[in-house]
């Protein structure tokens, strides 16, 4: 018996009508399933910050920890989010400001002595203090004001 595969896309470029075997539709429902657990388990991982108006994607599945600050992009590694272009310097960011921890299906955020500080809704964290943020709560450093959006 032909391959189905290779009959399906023969009917598809002559626009014909396929009949195709139970046994090659199960096997596709499969496959498709367990896809789609993998893609839900890394949607997980992602989240989205929003700052002055622009959304910044955070993936954690290449790094359980993010730093946020200042970074020299020629030097800048996969776990820093550079803040740079949102006005980090006048807003007061330090160069490396605070860190964001996926841990537990949570986004955890811990200030690392900056000098402006790290606020959550308001609220000053003080240096090494951890503080598990929630979808919609606002993340201030120094003056620069991130809203945490959750993942998708």
Do not use: W
């Amino acid at each position: 018996m032909p391959n189905n595969v290779n009959i399906i896309q023969g009917l598809q470029k002559n626009n014909a009508t396929a009949i195709i075997s139970g046994d090659y539709i199960r096997k596709s429902v499969s496959e498709f399933k367990v896809a789609s657990k993998t893609t839900s388990v890394l949607t997980q991982h992602k989240i989205m910050l929003f700052i002055l108006g622009m959304i910044e994607r955070v993936d954690f599945a290449q790094t359980p920890v993010v730093i946020l600050g200042r970074f020299d992009r020629h030097l800048k590694t996969d776990d820093q989010l550079d803040l740079s272009n949102y006005g980090a310097i006048e807003r007061g960011v330090s160069r490396v400001h605070c860190k964001l921890e996926f841990k537990d299906s949570q986004v955890i955020v811990t200030d690392l002595g900056s000098a402006n500080g790290t606020y959550v809704s308001g609220v000053r964290l003080d240096s090494g203090q951890s503080y598990t943020l929630k979808k919609g709560e606002e993340l201030t450093l120094g003056r620069l004001p991130i809203q945490f959006i959750a993942d998708r």
